[in-house]
T-cell receptor
Framework: DSGVTQTPKHLITATGQRVTLRCSPR?????VYWYQQSLDQGLQFLIH???????AKGNILERFSAQQFPDLHSELNLSSLELGDSALYFC????????????FGQGTRLTVV | TQLLEQSPQFLSIQEGENLTVYCNSS?????LQWYRQEPGEGPVLLVT?????EVKKLKRLTFQFGDARKDSSLHITAAQPGDTGLYLC?????????????FGPGTRLSVLP
């Protein structure tokens, strides 16, 4: 158990809809990272939040947004969903230690039909 | 932009064989992590290497960090079907915006019984 919790584990929705994925980081970690992983692909970095502030953006579509709340949990919002958005979405958290490591949640499998 | 390359992309071997996978970059990282990911699950941290030239062993797995902290290798001795999975390397560094992780595309290993 990595200590990172993601909900829901599975999500099936129709094209054009909007969904929210939730992530609770490990206790004490201030950084949350979101990644997208399409079938048999590597991890695509989406966005990084640190203590409520956006720190870095990767290849995140304009239809996607995220935020980190005062209790440090984070949400990834995906709107106007398309078939190609079907993927595994992972969040990871890390501390700010010099050689901090990223710890991943179990992911949310999103299926857009 | 920092990039990590991994080779080979795919590897299929028989149980009992040895193998080495590589992770290379033109950038220097403060540390490097190796993860294993099984289908539908989140990546699980195997090891972090920090010092150039460092070698770490985890049972049948041997990890090495290059002297210049730009590359790493993972050697598996006497592979078992349980070693099957996607092996990801990640380089980490800090900048003014916090801890950053750069992931390689992964090596997909299949160990046949």
């Amino acid at each position: 158990d990595s200590g990172v919790t993601q909900t829901p584990k599975h999500l099936i929705t129709a094209t054009g809809q909007r969904v929210t994925l939730r992530c609770s980081p490990r206790s004490g970690d201030l950084s949350v990272y979101w990644y997208q992983q399409s079938l048999d692909q590597g991890l695509q970095f989406l966005i990084h939040y640190y203590n409520g502030e956006e720190r870095a953006k990767g290849n995140i579509l304009e239809r996607f947004s995220a935020q980190q709340f005062p209790d440090l949990h984070s949400e990834l919002n995906l709107s106007s969903l398309e078939l190609g958005d079907s993927a595994l979405y992972f969040c990871a958290s890390s501390s700010e230690a010099a050689w901090a490591e990223a710890f991943f949640g179990q992911g949310t499998r999103l299926t857009v039909v | 932009t920092q990039l990590l390359e991994q080779s080979p992309q795919f590897l299929s071997i028989q149980e009992g064989e040895n193998l080495t996978v590589y992770c290379n970059s033109s950038s220097v990282f403060s540390s490097l992590q190796w993860y294993r990911q099984e289908p539908g699950e989140g990546p699980v941290l195997l090891v972090t290497v920090v010092t150039g030239g460092e070698v770490k062993k985890l049972k049948r797995l041997t990890f090495q960090f290059g002297d210049a902290r730009k590359d790493s290798s993972l050697h598996i001795t006497a592979a078992q079907p349980g070693d099957t999975g996607l092996y990801l390397c990640a380089g980490s560094h800090r900048d003014n915006y916090g801890q950053n992780f750069v992931f390689g595309p992964g090596t997909r290993l299949s160990v046949l019984p």
